[in-house]
């Protein structure tokens, strides 16, 4: 029988002792302290000394310049003189670098109307201005959401949408957005098609802000949507804000946001020949159904009225939605002779904030009135305004459109009224409007 080999286990070194307990030491530097110098610490310590001892001897001798300059500068008084003041400022004088910077006031404007006043028009003389931020009736998102609510009762949500949008804040459009609907865009504002802002750069590229000229609505329209936040940083830009609007009827609505000190807010007050208004609503009842309902719903049960037109015009459809075309002119004019008391006698936050301009003079002296408007909110009128503006107002004859901006003969359309209306539309209108009426359009 063969021996068998021995077999060998080879053992690391490292596995040495294992099988007894004993653990390998690894090897480990031992860190020394590093001892600072004390000759760096003494060089250090003598530079800190020398860099304050030179920041105060500077610092006291900017003092004493100071002091000298404003002997130097004073002139002498006499005892029996009072002391007058000298403005000065040098070099040596540090205390202008210590002023609080001045933060310039927006200048915030709204146009106080009512519908079928010319307001569309004279709403574009702001659109155009390349140095204004233009609303074009934001508070129609209210009426169509709270749809059938009274006129006068909404004027309150229309002056809390007002306070947002002066200051940049346009997620209040979304409180009166359809539920479940998706989040509302430039394009999905009322007006949008038209506004020069949103169909501008950097919204849009098919028009330029700072050209002036009518915008296409259907070329707006094809314009990518953007959101409601770049409107806000858009509109934080311009040191003007101008929004038009015919759903608040009375400027007393407006108190708290004229006497609000952080707000510059001016109104003004564009009014038209209450005749020719109620004719113009008649012209155009078919697209102020709903809007004639509200405000006819704003109507005092209590008063007694003159008899409109003749008793069988309910009978006949014409007359009937007539009848509520010149009804809520007694709702306009009583709002209007609100603002026109108030005007009258004006407390301390209306002096120096409110305008009036009448269509008339609008229509007749067009570059004064413009630019009395221009100077009334701190603008300055060019000359490409003054042009668009005469365009507008001198076409061949009165449009047959209703709701589109369109050049027309502003002065034949001013006085349409005359050979328009029936004797007992004018009696009526007259009626409901008598104060508005004579101060207005007689005084």
């Not at 002023?99 to 106080?112: D, E, H, N, T, W």
Request: hydrophobic share 35%.
């Amino acid at each position: 029988m063969k021996n068998k080999p021995y077999p060998l286990k080879f053992t690391p070194p490292w596995e040495k002792n294992a099988g007894f307990g004993r653990k390998h030491k690894s090897c480990t530097r031992n860190h020394t302290k590093i001892i600072a110098n004390p000759g760096i610490v003494m060089k250090v310590l003598r530079r800190k000394k020398i860099i304050m001892f030179l920041a105060y001897f500077l610092l006291v001798a900017l003092t004493m310049l100071n002091l000298a300059n404003y002997k130097w500068t004073k002139e002498p008084q006499q005892c029996n003189q009072p002391m007058q003041g000298v403005n000065f400022q040098s070099r040596s004088d540090i205390r202008h670098l210590y002023k609080a910077p001045q933060v310039k006031k927006r200048q915030l404007v709204y146009v106080l109307t009512t519908w079928r006043s010319g307001s569309s028009f004279f709403g574009e003389l702001f659109n155009q201005n390349p140095d204004v931020f233009f609303l074009y009736e934001p508070m129609w998102h209210i009426w169509q959401k709270l749809y059938p609510g009274d006129a006068v009762s909404l004027q309150g949500a229309a002056r809390d949408m007002l306070s947002s949008l002066y200051r940049c804040d346009f997620s209040v459009f979304q409180l009166y957005n359809s539920p479940g609907g998706k989040n509302i865009t430039t394009l999905g504002l009322f007006g949008a098609s038209i506004n020069k802002v949103i169909c501008s750069y950097p919204f849009c590229s098919s028009y330029r802000k700072d050209v002036v000229g009518m915008v296409d609505e259907k070329v707006c329209r094809k314009c990518p949507p953007q959101s409601l936040q770049m409107l806000e940083e858009e509109c934080l830009k311009y040191n003007t804000i101008v929004i038009k609007g015919v759903r608040i009827l009375d400027v007393n609505v407006l108190a708290p946001l004229m006497e609000d000190p952080s707000l510059n807010l001016k109104v003004i007050h564009l009014v038209r020949d209450p005749r020719a208004v109620a004719n113009s609503r008649i012209k155009s009842r078919h697209g102020l159904i709903r809007e004639n309902l509200q405000v006819v719903r704003s109507r005092d049960p209590k008063l007694r009225r003159v008899p409109f037109v003749d008793p069988s015009h309910k009978i006949n459809k014409k007359d009937g939605s007539d009848y509520h075309s010149i009804g809520a002119m007694e709702v306009i004019c009583e709002q209007m002779s609100r603002t026109l008391k108030t005007a009258l006698h004006p407390p301390t936050w209306f002096k120096g904030k409110y305008m009036t301009v009448r269509y008339e003079d609008l229509v007749e002296n067009l570059i004064k009135t413009v630019r009395n408007v221009y100077r009334f909110v701190n603008l300055s009128a060019n000359q490409d305004i003054e042009i668009f503006a005469m365009n507008m107002t001198t076409g061949p004859n009165a449009s047959t459109k209703p709701f589109i901006v369109s050049s027309r003969n502003a002065t034949l359309a001013a006085s349409a009224w005359r050979t328009v209306l029936n004797y007992q539309q004018i009696r009526q209108v007259e009626e409901y409007c008598t104060v508005s009426t004579i101060y207005f359009y007689i005084i």
